[in-house]
């Protein structure tokens, strides 16, 4: 790809690397056909994410935040409309870009951990690495100091089922990390956890955004989306509202 500043159309775009833009949305629209019908999930979505921002996406169930986290996580593509992803034109990527962009430049935390139960917590922060083709040295030296930077230094031996839930969402935030992507998607991250256990898993985002990482979390409960300095909120598919928050 070329490394100059080329005109919105072609497949890369400098001027939105110059200007700190990691993501950016023009007119997205998804939508689904079930039989005869059209299901809108997004109509005509543009945002734009900073580097280094913390932005939660907020909406009620059907809302389209899940679709759009989809999108932005590059785990489906639009119907209409343009993404930008560090100045790369997504649509014009092919599957082995994709796949780069899935395990390298994006950190994925899910609300259901998705760790292998009969793996250590080590070997499930490795993972990514041994599907890039890291070597083992390297591989096990950056999970140690992955499972370190969540505080989990000590259980890096121990299984998902001796840990407690907010451990293994560490475990699961470490995997996210190991790659040292340049944007961190979480996908309601404490929708499994308790009240006190969620609060330190926020704060461990908190720590995480200070260190210059962008953060983006897609979540539907107000005082989860009110840790993050920007909330961008979505209904029936389109962009409600969009505005900084007390803790901008």
């Given at each position: 790809?070329?490394?100059?500043?080329?005109?919105?159309?072609?497949?890369?775009?400098?001027?939105?690397?110059?200007?700190?833009?990691?993501?950016?949305?023009?007119?997205?629209?998804?939508?689904?056909?079930?039989?005869?019908?059209?299901?809108?999930a997004?109509?005509?979505?543009?945002?734009?994410?900073?580097?280094?921002?913390?932005?939660?996406?907020?909406?009620?169930?059907?809302?389209?935040?899940?679709?759009?986290?989809?999108?932005?996580?590059?785990?489906?593509?639009p119907?209409?409309g343009?993404?930008?992803?560090?100045?790369?034109?997504?649509?014009?990527?092919?599957?082995?870009?994709?796949?780069?962009?899935?395990?390298?430049?994006?950190?994925?935390?899910?609300?259901?951990?998705?760790?292998?139960?009969?793996?250590?917590?080590?070997?499930?922060?490795?993972?990514p690495?041994?599907?890039?083709?890291?070597?083992?040295?390297e591989?096990?030296?950056?999970?140690?100091?992955?499972?370190?930077?969540?505080?989990?230094?000590?259980?890096?031996?121990?299984?998902p089922?001796?840990?407690?839930?907010?451990?293994?969402?560490?475990v699961?935030?470490?995997?996210?990390?190991?790659?040292?992507p340049?944007i961190?998607?979480a996908?309601?991250p404490?929708?499994?956890l308790?009240?006190?256990?969620?609060?330190?898993?926020?704060?461990?985002?908190?720590?995480?955004?200070?260190?210059?990482n962008?953060?983006?979390?897609?979540?539907?409960?107000?005082?989860?989306?009110?840790?993050?300095?920007?909330?961008?909120?979505?209904?029936?598919?389109?962009?409600?509202?969009?505005?900084?928050t007390?803790?901008?």
């Open positions: 790809m070329a490394a100059s500043a080329v005109s919105v159309g072609q497949n890369y775009r400098q001027d939105l690397i110059d200007s700190g833009i990691v993501i950016q949305t023009d007119e997205l629209w998804k939508t689904y056909e079930m039989g005869t019908e059209k299901l809108h997004l109509r005509g979505v543009s945002i734009k994410i900073n580097k280094g921002e913390y932005v939660a996406i907020m909406g009620p169930s059907g809302s389209g935040k899940s679709t759009l986290m989809n999108l932005i996580g590059c785990l489906d593509t119907t209409k343009s993404y930008w992803l560090a100045g790369r034109l997504v649509s014009q990527l092919d599957d082995d870009e994709l796949a780069y962009i899935r395990n390298k430049e994006i950190g994925f935390v899910f609300q259901t951990f998705n760790l292998l139960p009969r793996a250590t917590a080590l070997h499930n922060v490795e993972l690495m041994i599907y890039n083709g890291t070597p083992a040295e591989r096990i030296e950056r999970a140690q100091q992955a499972l370190k930077q969540v505080d989990l230094g000590e259980r890096m031996g121990h299984k089922n001796e840990l407690s839930g907010g451990q293994r969402q560490r699961a935030i470490a995997r996210a990390l190991v790659n040292k340049s961190l998607l996908d309601e404490t929708g499994n308790d009240s006190q256990t969620g609060e330190e898993i926020m704060a461990l985002f908190a720590s995480l955004h200070s260190q210059g962008t953060i983006i979390l897609v979540t539907h409960e107000p005082d989860i989306a009110a840790n993050a300095h920007r909330v961008i909120r979505v209904r029936d598919g389109k962009v409600e509202k969009d505005e900084a007390r803790r901008a």
